[in-house]
């Protein structure tokens, strides 16, 4: 059945996110831990594709080396078990006090050097995982005041760090991409590259940029009261869509970290859209893990813990169902002509057209009738959408 | 007197902030209409350097071709009388009813070639006024809901038009380059390249990225929650700074236009501190115009104009005085120092060292006391911060 | 059918809404004007209950009596015809330039006795037409500075003018009552009373308090990053939800007037559902009018006003089709059941128990095991959002 | 000297501010714990007039009897001790997992009533203390889903609670008034009471109104846009003062608790005005304590404490400085009656004129000059503006 989440569907869960304890800055923990054997094999019960962590999600920062290889191994002897994968690792530079003005852009050059080796080590890891994306979420890398660091600066360390983790791979001949995964405040009080655009950008001043992506999140850009849908569209046009994560945000506050869908449902029904039929001839746009990197609320106990692991997949399928129906719907084709997408679609200028021959063109501009748009030519686009929440909601 | 402004700061003022007569969404105009020829004559007595104008601040959007002529004419007149520059101009592709769904975006392609042509003539424009920086604020590109376009479509599009314009001043041998300015909202729900970042990701993806930066706006970016500063030590960083809009804004909120410094002070102040002291061996970091996007309040008659461009120029000149003071002071010098700024300016790695170096150093990594992080090596930057509140508040 | 607009299910349209002409802060406008008698004709038609307006939406600001006069009985004479209903009318203190610092707030005095008399005249208009509630936005009475105005003195005044109102209805025996719509900013960078908290706080300051309550706006609270729902929920509990705009925001951004459903769906969602079935017996919480106060969208033409028009009304009865079936099913009560909902509704202490009683039970504090709630007695909260939203999507 | 901090200040801090041990959701704590008596000692020596806490910042949740009675006498030494006075304390209902519903609030009766009973003890201690000012922070009353509790019931709830306190202190003869602290969001996803409107409308619902008023936090309001000055001035307005939490906030975004004046300096530099000169006479407007609810950031060690510390209470003094020296400059003086102020400060209706007067009165309405507004009668506020600017900047 459509809405029984299967591995083809893809899915992931971070660890941490299940596993989360529910502090939270107010609160202590309201739930004990949950271990990463425990997680998988129920993630696998559930129908989920594979699960992803933070090195210290798997084994404390403080771990020896033969704490640190026996809970390697035990995942992985749970992965062979169940058949779940571990597409996607990444690192904590967050937690502990020595990151506490960030990791790669710390103005304590000595902390610099200890999160690289970290992160290398980890880099190590997800090689030997068979991790093909590798996130990093620079969360500490930030100020909370304008005179503590010279932003140009640090966005040159950051570079500096990033340019050693490419040419790590290269030289270690892993199949590995980057995937940055902006936010623009919290914990820190301004974050370097804040959102999708600002990573994307620095991006292309590093080495290698075929080697570095985003990690999109929906909250976090909605917490610049950014259109989600769009940034995604935007990254996708860029080629760096490397992977996702996926939760659900009310607006511009705190990071709720909540349920795919269950913030702005209207965003996440164009989003799913987007990945799933927004590809060629209609196809998927993204192909990669849809993963859910989402907190199960602080009210909640292990029951609810798995509820909503249940919740954010089920959401994805539903809305992907009403995607296909809003797609196939002849009256919202209809509609969508009436927008004039599809001249979106051709260049402005006809097929072999100079500037010359539109300079020429007076239909274009001296006769053009610019006159007719008052009280003429409307758009459609209230009518489209009106289409659009009603096959959201199921009601066509 | 270093508070009196004189060209040499290189102010300039848009003819559409002085001239905005005050009609808001909820009200008519509270002024009557400002003429460009009297603005550049009162703008020259208060010492700026320039005026900037889209195209219909200067003529309307139905101007015959005598009438276009006859104000352009008077224009260059008065400033060959005054000696004011026209450093910068831009073009109106958002007020009239043509325009809304946008202009090189339009799902109309016959608005999109109506706009183009539009804005190629006003490229002319640039030329023949001497103008080197072209400024495409793309207001009314954008959505107000999910389904209205593919943004990857009109992404391309977007490219389409913006290689065109770069080809055209190549083949016109203009010394001519673009300044896209970002803004997330308003007036359509959700701009197309809404931020600093955004837009300089999309810049990469151009046939002549070396021909378009930004003019980023105070109050855009902070309508998104950015740190302002912080976003245009990015763009210095990525080469992108070609011209800059200085204006206020409180929070997150509609575009307030204020005078500059009457929004987020302290951001002010790190922004101007960046700009004249941010550049090699502590000059400036941009030397293009100051320019003032704002809007005199609606309450205000003609004396208040007057008072609110007159506040501009002296808010930069005080901001500009302190921060000055700021970076001599050698208490802030030593509260610097104490932030570890000076190791943020080191390459992590050392002098020829190489990532098997690092792995080999035992220091950075298995040797590290990471502890010494909890209950100490702090960083000092509340110190730091209240030295540059007090050298805001002239209070040192 | 229940999805068909009827006069029992009370929707009524601000002449301004379908009748805005799409002029905006960057634009001007792209739809030619609506009459008020075509207006009231195409809304019967469409199966609404009536229409409101303000003073100068039926006849400018400029009228002389006779216009005026003939304005409105030529209103009159169509409601007869259509059978439409005024139940409320509002005076317009915010567009001309003589209310660019308020009206019954600004500085000028005088304004302030112009302002008074204004909204007098139209008090004696709503009593004519049989309007039982008279709305007062003051979306001119506030600031853009701190230091404009001291805000204590402006309460004054409001008060002033909010007590000579009541005091005026109850000399003329009018059966008007009066509710004021607050808005957090903009056209005013500050507005008085910018939440429904604040205006509620106020009422309680006046002299007949019992006269005047609310008409809350859906996005005028979200623009504030408020909750909609919980915001009229205390509005109920206080007794003061006179009368409702219904529209849609996407967020913190400028006022965006979109149609109802068309922003925060699950928020919409959630306030249907208290209106329709929050009151006693699970019957309706609230019997006024559903009022739409939302602008169609400036790429719309007549063809899309009408769209939209119908699109708010198809949204409200979806949403209120929804939440029957969610109120009905046994899952959904079995759900609420389990978040303890039925305990929130009994009161903390029992029936006759006194504080003395309280702290003499030993098994409230002493032997209470709050140690019980780590790792269990979760709420089971996010079940039941699952289960809304998946009744909101027709998937249930 | 006015910058050194004395008792007359009435400078307070939370034990839990400079206590803070930098935990936040992200990362673990970064200095170690701060003894409440060590942190009574150096207050009073750094010249604060004294200290606040919630009862778990003296004990712990699980204290012994005996413990918590060893902790509260050796406070009470230290006091005596130092002069240090407590003149507020307050319960922490938020932390524990038994309040991850709420406290008086919560869905789980067993909750409300163990809540009770926990801030009915406090109240006992608040006495014993002499403490006369007992806050209410309800951060945990609230949820993150609509359909999580019925927000009238839980006002319910919240009134049962607030009017069996109000009972206590009556009953025991205790001299203690309540102080209801409004937030927002966070930790919850929407709180009750989330402005200081909201609270004062709730506070007119209790039985006795006369014991309860405000605790409003500079960053609680700014989270939802609004303004603090403002804000405030209402409160006044409405008698409900009670006490104030001051610090700094950089916009809509998660809790900061920065340093006050360390946000939006301007809107700090109208509020100081507004409690030292706003009063009767020019006198203070507010005479209780300036407590500092803030968070040395987590970067910071000790001596970062101490100094953030130090920062709160210099940036008041300075403010204080600056407010003083603006009502005293006759230039401002000028400005401000340039902007009508006196005749805000006039009732708008003569002595003794009744509304049949002011209708009588063709000067107000049928003979006067709304053009007038148009091109004329500005109200100064920009230069005004500018004024209070440049003070702030100590520029004059």
């Known amino acids: 059945m459509a809405l029984t989440p299967t591995p083809a569907d893809k899915f992931t869960f971070g660890l941490w996110t299940i596993g989360w304890q529910a502090a939270d800055p107010f609160g202590s923990a309201t739930r004990g831990p949950l271990g990463a054997i425990e997680a998988i094999h129920k993630l696998a019960e559930l129908g989920a594709y594979g699960m992803t962590f933070h090195d210290n999600d798997l084994f404390p920062f403080e771990a020896t080396e033969a704490e ?10 749970a992965c062979d078990e169940t058949g779940m994968t571990i597409p996607m690792i990444t690192t904590n530079t967050f937690s502990h006090p020595v990151f506490k003005d960030g990791g790669v852009t710390s103005n304590d050059r000595a902390v610099r050097r200890f999160t690289i080796r970290k992160i290398l080590r980890n880099i190590d890891l997800a090689a030997e995982l068979g991790a093909s994306t590798f996130v990093m979420w620079g969360g500490r890398e930030g100020a909370e005041y304008d005179f503590s660091k010279d932003i140009r600066v640090a966005l040159e360390r950051y570079r500096e760090a990033a340019n050693l983790f490419g040419q790590y791979v290269i030289d270690q001949g892993y199949d590995i991409k980057f995937a940055i995964e902006p936010k623009p405040n919290e914990p820190r009080g301004d974050i370097l590259l804040p959102t999708v655009g600002h990573a994307m950008a620095f991006i292309n001043t590093l080495d290698h940029p075929e080697l570095v992506g985003l990690n999109p999140e929906v909250g976090h850009e909605q917490m610049a009261g950014l259109n989600f849908t769009a940034g995604i569209a935007q990254a996708l046009d860029h080629g760096k869509l490397f992977h996702i994560d996926l939760n659900g945000q009310r607006g511009i506050k705190y990071d709720q970290d909540l349920v795919f869908g269950h913030g702005d449902l209207i965003n996440a029904f164009s989003l799913v859209d987007l990945l799933e039929n927004g590809g060629p001839g209609g196809g998927k746009a993204y192909t990669g893990p849809r ?10 106990d292990i029951d609810g813990v798995w509820e909503s692991a249940k919740a954010n997949m089920r959401m994805y399928l539903l809305l992907k169902e009403r995607a296909t129906a809003f797609r196939a719907d002849p009256d919202v084709q209809e509609a969508i002509a009436a927008t004039r997408q599809h001249e979106l679609a051709q260049t402005t200028l006809g097929d072999g057209e100079s500037v ?3 300079v020429a063109d007076s239909s274009a501009y001296e006769d053009f009738d610019a006159e007719a748009y008052f009280d003429g030519k409307g758009f459609g686009f209230v009518k489209l959408q009106q289409l659009a929440v009603e096959h959201l909601m199921g009601a066509r």
């Open 291 to 300: 993963h859910f990197d989402y907190k199960p609320s602080r009210t909640e």
């Open 68 to 77: 640190r290889r026996a809970a390697i191994d035990a995942l992985k002897a």
């Open 356 to 358: 010359a021959d539109l």
